[in-house]
């Protein structure tokens, strides 16, 4: 027979979004476009004290006119709102709290404004829930962080709500499906209002309004490193890395982390890589923005596919016209989407390689300084081993054989291990010890009341460091004895790396748990610039056959 | 010891110095003098407490080209960012004035010495011109090269080679301006005051100087082919450089005179037509005035590659 609800109304959060949208209504232009100097009342109408509030943006696009007018809005209604969302890279994120609109803050990636949010929670205009990656944030956006109101961007919409994200389509999918499918508000900044979209990203009736915002988005070309920025020193650390590690363990699937390193194994894989006899066993299947560095490994056919985060500014034209591998849609244009490469780069790929500022002496490492609290986006997802994932590959499986204390948990089953390997040189910016007592992490932590220090990547995930010294194998360690012995061995001259005892060194490097370059048969005079396959910007453009298209800082011509 | 031939197909942008002198001249032909062994350094940085270099930054000796003798001075970018105090002053100074006592010496020895076989000097520009470090002695330093320059005048050509990654500016951008010829690469730049002191002073609406594209269409090699600036563009090799100053090394005086941009009232009356050109037209871009110089595309030249930006490119005449 029929149940009797014990509740009346299992409809309340339809109810209120009905309201809101009628206090709106009056503003809607045609269709669903507002126009932009209607852009405040309309938030003002929709959002209230106390909202969970997602402002699209992640190291890339920026939902930047949406902040700004978020900061208009009457503070007397509107106030403590709890902001999620990926990034605060902009002024304008923090200035919410400055200015007594958002109270609590949940979020991945701080970016230029990291001392900002220190002194904020510091002085108490931010209450912080968390630092979180990127997939545990959206996992949240699912379970207890859905948000109320999102605030997103786009290339371009229609009057229906349809919008275009294309290249840079990033978080809004995930954004747009957590908030409209718990009956929540979703509206869109778009460049341009079109009749007809190239194709569309986001269905229309999951968006409420859409705005022609009267500056084109803002988007920052993070992942550009100029080819002529690179060092001798980040080139012999890419020639270990790839005859030691790469090579080593034929890694196939790989995430690179951002920096000139990474970019440097990227412009020796068509000259150095291709001498090691290595086109075709390594670096086919990639999780990675279109980094410009990657241009010539394409081009010589090395890489099968790449899966994108985000777009990079200035790639558009060369990443549509190589369709056979990068993700591209109908209409011949990119799709990037950072949940589902986030995805693919912790369960899917064999390695993570990246650097960082500090890793202590038992291998855990933060980018995380004192005043700065800069939260890691995406790197810990991928510098972890997932344990959840259970397909075997030949680096999987070799990196965990080589694992000596594998048995005393799983016996005598079998399991790989994700390769996570941070290449550093021994000092780094600014002449500071990257290998280091104790992380400044655990400073942070105490000035801004954190429960624990934000590490980056914990020690027992990290398989491999490579610096200038050598390669320390630390998944070759059966104790944490050995593995501080194989950190202090490749740290240099930092303090930690002056503990390092000769005849302790002498006989990790029998054990091939350390190898230096010449253990390695790497000739450090070879590692110079003549090895990169592009040597400056205009290099890059020329290998692209004119498809890349530069931003105008990185032009020197 | 760098290898010539390995040097000669190598980038001018990424090459040192020592690189520049050596390469620019022919094979083995370079001897440097007040070299690093000598260890001539600078007082100042060390009453500072700063590091010093045993070059203060500046390579300076003597090479041939052909039959011509060929004196070197090249700066170095990474040491201070290529700036010019007193001692690298001095060595530049030296180095003009000790070819000016050489053709001299010279001329009244064998009086029928051809061109060919009288010295020029070649400076490879890498400065933003004054050490600050060093102030007064640094901007009397850039006085008595001008003053080098003057007396070199008429007898001993003077050329300039930028194609480095600091390019030429501040006080030396005065210096390479008063040489007799001008010899740029596209990734080469030019100018007086740089572009994040202009930034600084002016404001980030009137220059940009983080916008790199606009920084070097309004400072580098394309563009001030086009204006006149620079007398030849080439491609960044270093072979590419010392095949242009292997062709005008042995040319007669008169025609260096020719190559002038500044230096005799007809030069004054070409510049000041420039002058007006600009307050008549309020150009916005340096686009603006590629086109006035009749090129259809203008913006399509920023990015064409080298061979047909040569092939296609109109210069400003006015």
Known sequence: MTQHDTRKDWRTRAADTAARKEAAAPLFAKGKEVLAKDTVALLEAVIRAGDVINIEGNNQKQADFLADCLNQVDKSKIHDLHMVQSAVPLKSHLDLFDNGIAKKLDFAFGGPQAARVAEFIDNGKIQLGAIHTYLELFGRYFLDLTPRVSLVCAYKADRKGNLYTGFNTEDTPVIVEATKFKDGIVIAQVNEIVDELPRVDIPGDWVDAVIESPKPFFIEPLFTRDPANITDNQILLAMM???????????????????????????????????LGLKGKICTHMII???????????????????????????????????????????????????????????????????????????NSSTATAGRVAGFGGAPNMGCDPKGRRHPSGA?????????????????????????VQGVETFGEGRKPVFVDELDAWKLAKSANLDIPPVMIYGDDLTHIVTEEGIAYLNRCKDMETRMAAIRAVAGFTEIGLTAKPE???????????KTPSDLGIDPSRATRDLLAAKNMRDLVTWSGGLYNPPARFRNW | MTNWQNLQPRSFLEASARDRAIGLVDEGSFTELAGPFDRVTSPHLELLGDAVAFDDGIVTGIGRIGKTPVFVISQEGKFIGGSVGEIGGAKMVNTIKTAIDFHDDLVAKYPDLTDEEKPVVVISFETGGVRLHEANAGLLAHAEVMDQLQKARGKVPVIAVIGSKVGGFGGMGFVAAATDAIIMSEFGRLGLTGPEVIEQEMGKEEFDASDRALVYRTTGGRHKYIMGDANFLVQDTVEAFRKQVAELAPLPVADFEAMRRIGSPEKVENQLRLVALAAEMQPKDAVDVWAKAGNENAAGLLDVPFAEFMSTVKRLSV
């Open chain 1, 241 to 275: 890395c790839l005859k030691g590690i790469y090579g080593e363990y034929g890694v196939t699937s790989m995430n690179h982390g951002i920096g000139f390193l990474t970019s440097a194994i990227e412009l020796i894989l068509p000259t150095y890589g291709a001498e």
């Open chain 1, 289 to 363: 923005n279109p980094h410009p560095t990657m241009i010539p490994a394409i081009e010589e056919g090395w890489v099968e596919a790449i899966h994108c985060f985000g777009g990079e500014l200035g790639m558009e034209d060369y990443v549509a016209s190589r369709p056979d591998v990068f993700f591209i849609g109908p209409d011949g244009t990119l799709r990037s989407n950072r949940a589902f490469a986030q995805t693919a780069g912790h369960y899917a790929a064999d390695m993570f390689i990246g650097g960082t500022l500090q890793i202590d002496k038992y291998g």
């Open chain 1, 396 to 420: 999987w499986l070799k990196c965990g054989e080589e694992l000596p204390s594998l048995d005393s948990l799983t016996g005598s089953v079998p399991r790989g291990k994700r390769l996570v």
């Open chain 1, 504 to 514: 302790e060194t002498k006989a990790l490097r029998e054990a091939g748990i350390v």
